[in-house]
């Protein structure tokens, strides 16, 4: 049987497929598994938290919900108060 040049190149490429695999294969198990990630990878921030972390505002703002639901119960009992006279 004869493979010619191009066969030659095909035995290379199927034999440089076999010997690479595992190249491509750790990291991806690294990067796929979670308990894994976060023991090699858990120092490093990725491009969506670091996207995340450009979204977050610092600033704490302060309602005043209490005054708010004050008034609203003042409101409730003046109706009630009302409908019962």
């Given at each position: ?58 600033e ?11 008034l ?14």
């Open positions: 049987m004869r493979l010619g040049s191009l066969g030659i190149f095909m035995l290379y490429y199927i034999e440089l497929a076999n010997a690479t695999n595992p190249i491509v294969v750790v990291p991806l198990i690294l990067i796929k598994v979670p308990s894994w990630r976060k023991k090699f990878f858990g120092g490093f921030v990725g491009f969506k938290e670091k996207l995340k972390l450009g979204k977050v505002s610092p704490v703002t302060v309602s005043k919900a209490r005054s708010h639901s004050q609203q119960t003042e409101e409730y009992f003046e109706q009630l108060r009302k409908a019962w006279t």
